[in-house]
């Protein structure tokens, strides 16, 4: 399978470089496709703006990359609880280290969600 995964280049000032374009804001990376992400803080995270991967399900998404924003910290239970019941793993860290984890997971291949707080 051919992918055409983005790669984060640079990340900062309320946003993200990805494959050479800016993007404002949160972005969530669901089958090689960025979208813009409503979620400015891990306060603003729910089940529902995880809805897309949810949607997309356990054949698509091995796991989702989560990057929490400027420091690591634990995300919302339901979040974390909604994901396990889907069979999707979770992988949480600050957004600097999920940025340049997610570059390093999909050259491997992996099939991955990744959602990442500006910072």
Not at 1 to 22: I, Q
Not at 69 to 96: C, H, K, S, W
């Amino acid at each position: 399978m051919a992918r055409n995964a983005p790669t984060v280049d640079a990340y900062g000032d309320g946003g993200f470089r990805l494959s050479g374009e800016r993007h404002e804001g949160s972005v969530l990376i669901l089958g090689d496709e960025p979208r813009a992400w409503a979620v400015a803080s891990l306060a603003d995270l729910t089940v529902e703006a995880l809805a897309p991967v949810l949607e997309a399900g356990r054949a698509q998404v091995e796991f989702v990359l989560l990057g929490v924003g400027a420091r690591n910290a634990l995300p919302p239970r339901p979040v974390r609880e909604a994901l396990q019941r889907a069979g999707i793993g979770l992988e949480f860290m600050d957004t600097p280290a999920a940025a340049r984890l997610y570059n390093v997971l999909t050259a491997e291949g992996r099939r991955l969600a990744a959602a990442l707080i500006a910072v």
